[in-house]
């Protein structure tokens, strides 16, 4: 039972380039959520999916795009990235409102 | 919009030691959640309470809404309970959209 997995687990960009993050769970869950984790601040939500088809901003979404591709997948896009986008970058799902989330590993991204 | 905090910041315990972890939220919510990341990184949910008390192994959480607080308990702690303790309520009371604490970081010793 995979989880929630997220692809990749490493990667770094260079200022401007662009870049896909990649997450699939395999629980048949409704909601998905992207967060990034930053030195010494809570988990942050860019932007959550309560169903296939629906996308919501969170709390700090500038500079992102989502996909929810399927019931499965959601995507997160950085079309140029920035310095200030390094961060790790964590996945999650769950059955839906008021249920726990199930995280994936994470992405640790570094832009130069 | 809800205010999550978390003291301690910092935890270092005697294997053994009973361990307590607070969190105090500023706005009413429908549940509050207990989550644990690992050294490695990675990032477990532990608990999710509206009311009363949890337990589940050697971990207790319990809650008190009119008080906007809860407490993360650990009971005779062991170096494998090393780890970050967060704590997360909802923006507000009827969203799925959560807001995170800081984290309490806990190094228990043999």
């Known amino acids: 039972n995979a989880g929630v997995t997220q692809t990749p687990k490493f990667q770094v960009l260079k200022t401007g380039q662009s870049m896909t993050l990649q997450c699939a769970q395999d629980?048949?869950?409704?909601?998905m959520y992207w967060y990034r984790q930053d030195p010494g601040m809570g988990l942050r939500l860019i932007y959550y999916s309560a169903s296939e088809g629906t996308t919501d901003k969170g709390e700090v979404p500038n500079g992102y795009n989502v996909s929810r591709l399927n019931k499965r997948e959601f995507s997160l896009r950085l079309e140029s990235a920035a310095p200030s986008q390094t961060s790790v970058y964590f996945c999650?799902?769950?059955?839906?409102?008021?249920?726990?989330?199930?995280f994936g590993d994470g992405t640790r991204l570094s832009i130069l | 919009k809800n205010e999550v905090e978390q003291s301690p910041q910092n935890l270092t315990a005697q294997e053994g030691e009973f361990i307590t972890i607070n969190c105090s939220y500023s706005?009413?919510?429908?549940?509050l959640h207990w989550l644990q990341q690992h050294p490695g990184g990675g990032i477990v949910s532990l608990f999710m309470?509206?009311?009363g008390k949890k337990k589940h192994g050697r971990l207790i959480a319990t809650i008190n809404i009119q008080e906007k607080h809860s407490s993360l308990h650990i009971t005779a702690s062991h170096p494998r309970d090393s780890a970050v303790y967060i704590c997360a309520v909802p923006r507000s009371y009827n969203t799925d959209k959560l807001i995170f604490g800081t984290g309490t970081r806990l190094q228990v010793f043999p």
């Open positions: 629980m048949n869950h409704n909601s």
């Open positions: 309470l509206s009311s």
């Open positions: 706005v009413g919510i429908s549940a």
């Open positions: 999650a799902s769950s059955e839906g409102w008021g249920q726990p989330q199930h």
